[in-house]
């Protein structure tokens, strides 16, 4: 039974068959997913006026002594936290950066906290199943000796134990490039406001409000911030938060210059003038970057397929007329 399955598995054309039908559906999926994708903005916004109830629920249970009501800890997952505190993941697997890079990455709950080690946890004994089973069910790497076997699916615990960093990492960097992209705009709106008067949390608002559709992202730090400045009894504290959660060396340049205004009295509007054009002028940078490393990362392409069609094409028809001579 298990030799027919393997040998089903392992026909070239069950895995041609099956290796083209995933191309059709992932170009179906391509082609039809613009039509249906929907903006995620008033998602974010309700889970970011959640999170501002949290955060007023928790400032009066520090206030007034209370035994955790309404905090984050009694909405996590029972059987994640449980999990956790049994194996005591927390202590061996959780650092500053750790916390740091989720928050970068959008996930701010304790529950979040818990999942992330909780995959951390497992994800590497899983991995290292579905290995056993690819190498000794299957039958495959069998002409290899059981030393590289056993090394291959160590590989794969190793991989599922560092899964969860990478899908951290790839999301952090996702919603830092579209912060990055927004924040100068973002200053600029911010500078308008501050200039006809309004106050850093009125700007904050209303910058949330029109760059929602462009960088929901970052829309959602601003409306945390403006929570935070609300609620924290510490207004710095409120605007070192947005340079953590964002881990963007041009978010804190702004929140120090911010702190500082707000501690000497200076004006605002003037940090916040050369802080946007710093910003554009990096975001320039970048693009400049971009663009002077286009053409290294061309040549191989070019060599590789183009070459080849050009030169067939310019001597195609001088051999056809020599083969018909000779």
Not at 160 to 176: L, T
Not at 204 to 213: D, K, Y
Not at 224 to 236: I, N
Request: aromatic share 8%; with cysteine; proline share 5%.
């Amino acid at each position: 039974m298990s030799a027919d399955l393997a040998a089903r598995l392992t026909d070239p054309a069950m895995l041609v068959a099956l290796l083209v039908a995933v191309a059709v559906f992932a170009t179906f999926y391509t082609i039809a997913i613009p039509f249906f994708e929907r903006g995620d903005l008033n998602k974010r916004m309700r889970a970011v006026s959640t999170e501002r109830d949290q955060i007023r629920a928790r400032e009066r249970a520090r206030m007034t002594e209370a035994a955790n009501k309404g905090s984050l800890r009694n909405q996590n997952n029972r059987s994640v936290r449980q999990i956790v505190e049994r194996f005591n993941l927390r202590k061996a697997l959780v650092d500053e950066n750790t916390m740091n890079k989720l928050r970068a990455a959008g996930y701010r709950s304790e529950n979040a906290l818990n999942t992330f080690l909780v995959a951390r946890f497992l994800l590497p004994f899983v991995f290292l199943a579905l290995a056993a089973f690819w190498i000794f069910g299957l039958g495959n790497l069998a002409a290899k000796p059981l030393p590289i076997r056993l090394l291959a699916m160590i590989g794969m615990g190793y991989l599922g134990f560092y899964a969860p960093n990478i899908f951290i990492s790839n999301r952090m960097s996702k919603r830092q490039h579209s912060i990055k992209r927004a924040w100068p705009d973002a200053l600029d709106l911010m500078l308008i406001c501050v200039e006809s008067g309004i106050s850093i949390e009125a700007a904050m608002r209303r910058v949330s409000e029109e760059l929602g559709e462009q960088s929901p992202p970052l829309a959602e730090e601003m409306v945390l911030t403006t929570a935070e400045l609300s609620f924290l009894p510490d207004r710095r504290q409120a605007l070192e938060n947005l340079g953590t959660r964002t881990q963007i060396d041009l978010v804190r340049s702004v929140t120090q210059a911010l702190i500082q205004a707000d501690r000497y009295g200076t004006p605002i509007s003037q940090a916040l003038r050369v802080l946007a054009q710093e910003g554009r002028e990096e975001r320039m940078n970048e693009a400049e970057k971009k663009a002077a490393a286009l053409p290294p990362k061309l040549t191989v392409p070019m060599i590789l397929f183009f070459l080849p069609v050009l030169v067939a094409v310019i001597l195609g028809p001088a051999g056809i007329q020599v083969a018909d001579r000779f």
